[in-house]
C-alpha cells in the first residue's frame, strides 16, 4: 500500500505512462487524497498499491470499493483503476492487480487503454456481464447554473441538455418496475 508520502511519485508516474501533464484533475492532491488515501468504511486503509524495485515505482492500481449483495451473501469488491505499468517491466502490472485481488471476493474491471484490455484478457478475465447507463437531465437549466466548470462549452451544453429532456420516451419499459427500498 502506498502513504500520501509517495503522491508526487505517483503523480510523476502516472502522467509518464498516461502521457499528461500535471495540470490533469486526476493528478491533483486534494484529488489524489481523496482517491487514495482518505478513510472509508468501505476500503479502510489506503486504496492506492504500488510496485518499486530499486526505489523506483514499476507499476501502480487504485481500489475503487464496491460491493456485490446477492440473497445468500454480500461480497467484496473493487474496480481498479489508475493501474499503470512501466513497459520496462513487464508483469509488474499483473503483480499489483494480483496482490489486491487477494484483499476481495470480486474485481470489476471495466474500460481502460487497449494495453489494459489486453492485459485483463491475458490474466483470464472475460467478460460477465453489459452494462449501460443511461440519463435524462431533469433540470438542465438549474444543473447548468451550479455546474462546477463554466466556460465555451457551457452554453452548447445547455442547447444539448434542453433537447435531451425533451425528448425520449418516457414510458417505462414492459416488465421494468421501480420499488422505494430504505438507505
Given amino acids: 500500500?502506498?502513504?500520501?508520502?509517495?503522491?508526487?511519485?505517483i503523480r510523476d508516474f502516472l502522467c509518464r505512462i498516461f502521457g499528461s501533464d500535471q495540470d490533469q484533475p486526476y493528478v491533483q492532491r486534494d484529488q489524489m487524497r481523496w482517491r487514495f488515501w482518505e478513510q472509508s468504511d468501505a476500503w479502510p486503509e489506503s486504496r492506492s498499491y504500488l510496485l518499486e524495485r530499486d526505489q523506483q515505482l514499476v507499476a501502480h492500481g487504485t481500489a475503487w470499493p464496491l460491493s456485490l449483495a446477492t440473497?445468500?451473501?454480500?461480497?467484496?469488491?473493487?474496480?481498479l483503476i489508475d493501474w499503470a505499468a512501466d513497459p520496462g517491466f513487464s508483469g509488474?502490472?499483473?503483480v499489483v492487480?494480483?496482490?489486491m485481488?487477494?484483499?476481495?471476493d470480486v474485481v470489476y474491471v471495466s474500460s481502460g487503454t487497449e494495453i489494459a484490455r489486453k492485459m485483463r484478457a491475458a490474466m483470464g478475465f472475460r467478460p460477465r456481464n453489459e452494462f449501460q447507463i443511461f440519463s435524462l437531465p431533469l433540470r438542465?437549466?438549474?444543473?447548468?447554473?451550479?455546474h462546477q466548470v463554466k466556460n465555451w462549452k457551457t452554453p452548447l451544453r445547455l442547447i444539448r441538455n434542453l433537447?435531451?429532456?425533451?425528448s425520449g420516451n418516457r414510458a417505462v419499459p414492459v416488465g421494468w418496475e421501480a420499488v422505494a427500498v430504505p438507505a
Fill in 1 to 9: 500500500p502506498s502513504t500520501l508520502q509517495d503522491r508526487d511519485a
Fill in 97 to 99: 492487480m494480483r496482490k
Fill in 92 to 94: 509488474a502490472g499483473v
Fill in 140 to 146: 438542465p437549466v438549474s444543473q447548468i447554473l451550479t
Fill in 101 to 104: 485481488a487477494e484483499k476481495v
Fill in 163 to 166: 433537447a435531451w429532456s425533451k
Fill in 71 to 79: 440473497t445468500a451473501e454480500k461480497l467484496s469488491g473493487f474496480n
